[in-house]
């Protein structure tokens, strides 16, 4: 399977996107095809071995639109179309002069006025909106293309508008020419001029809105630098940055920005990684440290090996998230792109039909027309198809700013929906990095002895309760013994051999199973565990010898980001192997509604499975290897940044720092998008809903006004602008917390 994202032009409507992504599906080999209209990329999966990217090109030009090399930038998109706007003004500002002046007074000179030149007066008009109809040639091209094809788009309603009353003006002017002075304020030049302006303006505003909602992407791009300082044959070079290699020595000096990912080999510093990690205090770098590609080298001189390059760096990795995420669809879509795609045949219907019903009601050709034209000029399905993208666009680029990366547009949904948070604690609630607390024993071993079997037992783990122990060894300096063998037991600790000796460390549960008498420590052990701290015991030769006490420091954070949670509703939960007394308690220190204890990593997704039994949308916090299937089966899975490749892989949502009023800063932006989203959807359907019938001639029947083809025209290309406005809005959003990476 190849997977590509491709940049698609002549695109303006929902119902371009949804008679490409049919053209597309269609194709044998196509497994997955999705056009998102406010970034105007096609995203395509196909299998190789049946399609190729010749055979995906041929199809969307054939359909009417053009994939083209994304490297235009936004800028000249926006100045192309403000360059029409003006140059079409300045035409059309005279235009409505000569030809509605006299309707404010305006009286025009003797050799254009149409009561006496009304030839000079019909062939200024004529010569003044030609150019207009030039400068949109685009709107003719494309529509008239998807017209013939089958797939009328927007541009298929503006073709037929004005061209309609462009070629009814020519006709005006051949008879005023022939003496029919009847027509001499029938001419609809100004109609259709004033309409292709309009609309540009309207494109105009819409394109520079779709340049705001991407400053996300402009700016992690920015964090990059443009070249890299390297070391090659004994020599210091300064290369571009695509020009780095895996493998190079990348030279770094105090206030460079660190091009790509890699390796220190010489040298110490500290680096700022606050643009990923969101932490303000510089990182210590010495030889066999990462380093991360776009943070900043602040007072050390050091070199480094290059490990990841282009594509593969985190930095990298990041955008290509973002980006995805922003051309994602969410299901609440669907609704808008089903009605979009028969949007267009239907107001072309509903136009031809008012137009002969007026007509033959009226007898009046030239009212029939202002019907016709002004029914095809309110429709607006541009509006219902950037309703969601957009908000989609600046939802997830906002989390990014925030740290929060929205892998979906399907996951920004469905967190908004979340009634239960579970929350991993072992490096999630807690910062994973415990201490040892206690140390009791049974018999013949002083706690030196304890401690150095249970560290040289723990040497080869690499469970965090296990580092603490090894850590404590070494910060007393006692020398770790040989293990003859190592067995871990997940759930439940270790079994090894020391010096002959074998010995178990590990849980209540491992003792209980290998039938070791736990005699006094029972008790004292459930006292710890009130208070927090996770014991374990160790067994030498199947009798206790003692008890090994850890605690692990809650984050700073914890305790107000479950409140938070509270606050929005929504009930909190814990799951850890822990033993219950020490779950509880921390449990009670930070607020947890619900606990899951002793719960065996196999069974993360099982606890999981048990809530959403309960009718509850369920999401998932952990950073850990154990958490991937907890996070792959909750409905919203979130893992900690600093977690795991694996459990960043099964997440729907990454936290790039290890703050949990992050997971709050989620559910309230998919809250905000969503509101925005129904928002924008309810003014783009209510703003048809109502303009259609209006421009019909509903009111006018009861005595009301009638819709003005050039007022129904500037209504239209307001409306898209006013949904992307809206979306616009989802800029001011700032979390609890408040702080940018």
């Not at 004005?162 to 009847?182: D, E, H, P, R, W």
């Not at 109609?191 to 340049?211: C, D, N, R, V």
């Not at 009601?361 to 000029?377: K, N």
């Amino acid at each position: 399977m190849i997977e590509k994202i491709l940049k698609i032009e002549g695109m303006n409507c929902s119902s371009c996107s949804m008679h490409i992504e049919k053209t597309v599906k269609k194709l044998n080999g196509t497994l997955e095809a999705n056009v998102n209209l406010a970034t105007e990329k096609l995203k395509i999966k196909y299998d190789s071995s049946k399609l190729n990217m010749e055979d995906i090109v041929i199809a969307v030009n054939k359909a009417g639109y053009k994939v083209v090399k994304d490297n235009q930038p936004e800028r000249d998109v926006v100045d192309s179309l403000w360059k029409r706007f003006i140059t079409s003004a300045i035409f059309a500002i005279p235009l409505l002069v000569i030809s509605m002046g006299h309707m404010f007074g305006y009286s025009l000179p003797e050799f254009i006025a149409p009561e006496f030149s009304p030839r000079t007066f019909a062939i200024s008009q004529l010569l003044l909106t030609t150019p207009i109809m030039i400068i949109g040639w685009k709107f003719f091209k494309v529509g008239t293309k998807t017209l013939l094809k089958g797939a009328p788009n927007m541009d298929s309603l503006i073709a037929i508008r004005t061209s309609t009353g462009y070629l009814y003006g020519l006709f005006a002017v051949y008879q005023i020419f022939n003496g029919n002075l009847n027509y001499i304020h029938q001419l609809y030049f100004e109609s259709s001029a004033t309409i292709l302006m309009l609309i540009t303006l309207g494109k105009h505003l819409e394109s520079m809105s779709k340049g705001k909602t991407s400053e996300a992407i402009k700016k992690l791009i920015e964090l990059v630098p443009k070249t890299a300082r390297i070391e090659r044959v004994s020599k210091e070079l300064i290369v571009p940055l695509e020009e780095v290699k895996v493998g190079d020595i990348v030279i770094i000096k105090p206030g460079d920005k660190v091009p790509v990912d890699g390796v220190v080999v010489e040298g110490s510093t500290s680096i700022d990684e606050s643009m990923l990690t969101g932490e303000s205090i510089p990182v210590e770098k010495i030889v066999g440290s990462s380093i991360i590609g776009a943070s900043i080298n602040k007072n050390g001189f050091v070199k480094y090996r290059a490990t990841k390059v282009g594509k593969d760096t985190a930095l990298a990795q990041i955008i290509k998230l973002v980006e995805e995420a922003q051309g994602s669809k969410a299901p609440i879509a669907k609704m808008a792109d089903i009605i979009s795609g028969y949007f267009v045949p239907i107001v072309m219907v509903l136009a031809i039909l008012s137009g002969l019903a007026w007509y033959i009601g009226t007898g009046d050709l030239i009212f029939a027309m202002t019907i016709f034209i002004s029914v095809l000029v309110i429709a607006c399905p541009c509006a219902l198809g950037l309703a969601t993208p957009t908000a989609i666009m600046i939802g997830t680029g906002k989390g990014a700013e925030y740290g929060v990366l929205i892998k979906s547009g399907e996951a920004l949904e469905t967190a908004h929906k979340i009634q239960t948070i579970i929350f991993d604690k072992t490096g999630t609630i807690t910062e994973g990095k415990p201490k040892i607390t206690d140390i009791l024993v049974e018999g013949k071993f002083s706690k030196d002895e304890i401690l150095i079997f249970a560290a040289s037992a723990e040497k080869g783990s690499e469970h965090p309760l296990g580092d603490a122990i090894v850590k404590a060894a070494e910060e007393k300096d006692l020398e770790l013994k040989p293990v003859e063998s190592f067995k871990a037991i997940p759930g439940y600790g270790i079994e090894v051999e020391i010096e002959e000796k074998y010995i178990l460390l590990g849980n209540y549960k491992l003792m209980t199973e290998r039938n070791v008498e736990l005699k006094n420590l029972k008790e004292v052990s459930n006292r710890l565990a009130e208070e927090g701290k996770t014991p374990m015991y160790i067994a030498i030769d199947q009798k206790i010898a003692g008890v090994i006490a850890v605690a692990d420091t809650i984050k700073k954070n914890s305790k107000k980001a479950i409140e938070v949670l509270h606050r929005m509703g929504i009930e909190v939960a814990m799951i850890t192997g822990d033993n219950e007394r020490t779950a509880y308690a921390i449990a009670n220190q930070v607020g947890i509604d619900r606990v899951f204890a002793e719960v065996l990593p196999k069974d993360k997704a099982t606890e999981v499975k048990r809530l959403q039994n309960e009718g509850k949308k369920v999401a998932m916090v952990g950073d850990g290897i154990n958490d991937a299937p907890a996070l792959a089966q909750a409905d919203i899975g979130i893992a900690i940044g600093s977690g795991t490749d694996v459990a960043i892989e099964s997440a729907d949502i990454v936290l790039m720092r290890s703050d949990l009023m992050d997971v709050s800063t989620a559910i309230k932006l998919s809250r905000e998008t969503i509101k925005n989203i129904k928002q924008n959807l309810f003014w783009a359907f209510g703003y048809n809903i109502l303009g259609i019938p209006v421009a019909m001639g509903i009111l006018y029947i009861f005595g009301g006004p009638l819709l003005s083809p050039m007022i129904a025209g500037g209504a239209m290309s307001i409306s898209s602008a006013s949904v992307i406005t809206n979306a616009l809005r989802l800029k001011r959003f700032k979390p609890e917390n408040g702080e940018k990476i």
